[in-house]
């Protein structure tokens, strides 16, 4: 689960991270009560949607020249002007995907005087199974890129989880981003905020780009030389958030695949993909190798579905109405191998959904395991355009097939 910039601060000033001042706004006049709650003399609006590379953003609706999605005013007027131009309209970025998304809601925050803009993030290694630092003195670019170029730039410090972030951990990342005075000893205390926020919320990635430290000459004197939280984006653990009634708060649905949300209402693990072949399997291996065969063949998946290992006949019906609810859908392959799920059990489940739904594309199911025989006989004899594999290659040779002829 993903949250906003702006509820991702809330949550780490709490773990006493170095967080400006701001104030979420969702409307033009709470644009501006937010920004004359903030003293000046340099104001940002950001734009709060769940996609990075906001600042260099295109807005749909306005002319090339207009500026991105993170602008910075240098009046309450100014704010106001940008709040009008970017609420209600679409903000297109290099993670959006060419539709975009629309700004419902903004953040007004305190600008900084920025003498250097660092990168910084916390994920969990796999191959070490532990949380690690990654680093980077490149910080505001995209990292995908420095890793490409300069991979020499990126630097990644594991934590051990008996200490915690070491004073040694702390130093090692403040000379890989070549901190001094003021700005290293800070780092030992964001190390050990951000270290502690990560793992008291079972955060899967917690990104902060940039991280900066501030101007020698910033009008705001306390500030000087010291570190500040820029940018946040953090994501959450899906299978920790029931012990967590706080971050499950903040999601925000309008954020999210409208058939995500109704596979999630149903407990099935939905991914909406670009592709147009719909697939329902069970187990999450059987779903990556029957997206992977589909490719084999020529053809492109339109979701990964996963209705798990004892799915009732409900929801199997609820699995195959959120795929033909997919207007991209052109053909649906149903592959079910009945370890503790029996056949018959689906092959009952797909009937009653298509009877209730029912069926504009090819449909090809491909049963294999306990009651299988009965499966069958429940497809044969519904009387439905069902036709049905023997095997995986079959099952995907048949649906690349049919779709390609649709
Ligand atoms: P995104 O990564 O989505 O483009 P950021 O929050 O990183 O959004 O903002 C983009 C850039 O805007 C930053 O790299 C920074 O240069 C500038 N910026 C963002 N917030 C502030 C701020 N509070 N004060 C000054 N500049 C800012
Ligand atoms: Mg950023």
């Not at 630097?155 to 200490?163: A, E």
């Not at 000379?175 to 030992?188: G, K, P």
């Given at each position: 689960?993903n949250?906003?910039?702006?509820?991702?601060?809330?949550?780490?000033v709490?773990?006493?991270?170095?967080v400006?001042?701001?104030?979420?706004?969702t409307?033009?006049?709470?644009?501006r009560?937010?920004?004359?709650?903030?003293?000046?003399p340099?104001?940002?609006?950001?734009s709060?949607i769940?996609a990075?590379?906001?600042g260099?953003g295109?807005f749909?609706?306005?002319p090339?020249?207009?500026k991105?999605?993170?602008?910075?005013?240098?009046?309450?007027d100014?704010?106001?002007r940008?709040a009008?131009?970017m609420l209600?309209?679409?903000?297109?970025?290099?993670q959006?995907?060419?539709?975009?998304?629309?700004v419902?809601?903004?953040?007004?925050?305190?600008?900084?005087d920025?003498?250097?803009?660092?990168?910084?993030?916390?994920?969990?290694?796999?191959?070490?199974?532990?949380?690690?630092f990654v680093v980077s003195?490149?910080?505001g670019?995209?990292?995908?890129?420095v890793?490409?170029?300069?991979?020499?730039?990126?630097?990644q410090?594991?934590i051990?989880?008996?200490?915690?972030?070491?004073?040694?951990?702390?130093n090692?990342?403040?000379d890989?981003?070549?901190?001094?005075?003021?700005?290293?000893?800070?780092?030992i205390q964001?190390?050990?905020s951000l270290?502690?926020?990560?793992?008291?919320?079972?955060?899967?990635?917690?990104?902060?780009?940039?991280?900066i430290?501030?101007?020698?000459d910033?009008?705001q004197?306390?500030?000087?030389?010291?570190?500040?939280?820029?940018?946040?984006k953090?994501?959450?653990?899906?299978?920790?958030?029931?012990?967590?009634?706080?971050i499950?708060?903040?999601?925000?649905?309008?954020?999210?695949?409208?058939k995500?949300?109704?596979?999630?209402?149903?407990d099935?693990?939905?991914?909406?993909?670009?592709?147009?072949?719909?697939?329902m399997?069970?187990?999450a291996?059987?779903?990556?190798a029957?997206?992977?065969?589909?490719?084999l063949?020529?053809g492109?998946?339109?979701?990964?579905?996963?209705?798990?290992?004892?799915?009732?006949?409900?929801?199997?019906?609820?699995?195959?109405k959120?795929?033909?609810a997919?207007?991209?859908?052109?053909?649906?392959l149903?592959?079910?191998?009945?370890?503790?799920?029996r056949?018959?059990?689906?092959?009952?489940?797909?009937?009653a959904?298509?009877?209730?739904?029912?069926?504009?594309?090819?449909?090809?199911?491909?049963?294999e395991?306990?009651?299988?025989?009965?499966?069958?006989?429940?497809?044969?004899?519904?009387?439905?355009?069902?036709?049905?594999a023997?095997?995986?290659?079959?099952?995907?040779?048949?649906?690349?097939?049919?779709?390609?002829?649709g």
């Amino acid at each position: 689960m993903n949250i906003h910039e702006y509820q991702a601060k809330q949550l780490l000033v709490r773990f006493g991270a170095p967080v400006a001042q701001g104030h979420p706004a969702t409307s033009v006049e709470e644009a501006r009560k937010a920004a004359e709650a903030l003293p000046g003399p340099l104001w940002v609006v950001k734009s709060q949607i769940h996609a990075g590379g906001r600042g260099k953003g295109r807005f749909k609706e306005l002319p090339e020249t207009a500026k991105g999605g993170v602008r910075l005013a240098r009046s309450v007027d100014e704010v106001v002007r940008h709040a009008q131009e970017m609420l209600g309209n679409t903000l297109v970025t290099a993670q959006t995907g060419p539709e975009g998304k629309q700004v419902n809601r903004l953040y007004i925050e305190d600008g900084a005087d920025i003498a250097r803009e660092l990168y910084l993030s916390l994920l969990v290694n796999r191959e070490t199974g532990r949380v690690a630092f990654v680093v980077s003195t490149e910080g505001g670019m995209d990292i995908e890129q420095v890793a490409e170029e300069t991979p020499e730039a990126i630097h990644q410090f594991d934590i051990d989880p008996l200490t915690g972030v070491t004073d040694e951990d702390a130093n090692a990342i403040a000379d890989a981003l070549q901190l001094n005075e003021q700005a290293r000893v800070d780092m030992i205390q964001l190390a050990r905020s951000l270290y502690e926020a990560f793992t008291a919320k079972d955060m899967s990635m917690l990104e902060i780009n940039p991280l900066i430290v501030m101007d020698d000459d910033s009008t705001q004197v306390m500030n000087r030389g010291r570190l500040r939280v820029l940018d946040a984006k953090v994501s959450f653990d899906g299978n920790a958030l029931f012990r967590h009634p706080d971050i499950r708060e903040m999601r925000d649905l309008t954020e999210e695949d409208e058939k995500e949300i109704e596979a999630s209402k149903h407990d099935l693990a939905y991914i909406a993909l670009d592709g147009n072949i719909g697939c329902m399997v069970n187990g999450a291996g059987l779903a990556m190798a029957t997206m992977d065969i589909i490719k084999l063949y020529g053809g492109e998946p339109a979701n990964f579905l996963d209705v798990g290992g004892g799915a009732s006949r409900e929801k199997v019906t609820a699995a195959f109405k959120i795929i033909t609810a997919d207007p991209n859908v052109k053909g649906i392959l149903v592959n079910i191998f009945g370890g503790i799920m029996r056949c018959d059990v689906i092959a009952e489940g797909v009937v009653a959904a298509v009877r209730d739904v029912g069926l504009k594309v090819p449909l090809v199911v491909r049963l294999e395991g306990t009651n299988v025989e009965k499966g069958k006989k429940i497809l044969d004899e519904s009387g439905l355009d069902i036709t049905s594999a023997d095997d995986l290659d079959d099952a995907a040779k048949k649906i690349t097939d049919a779709v390609k002829k649709g």
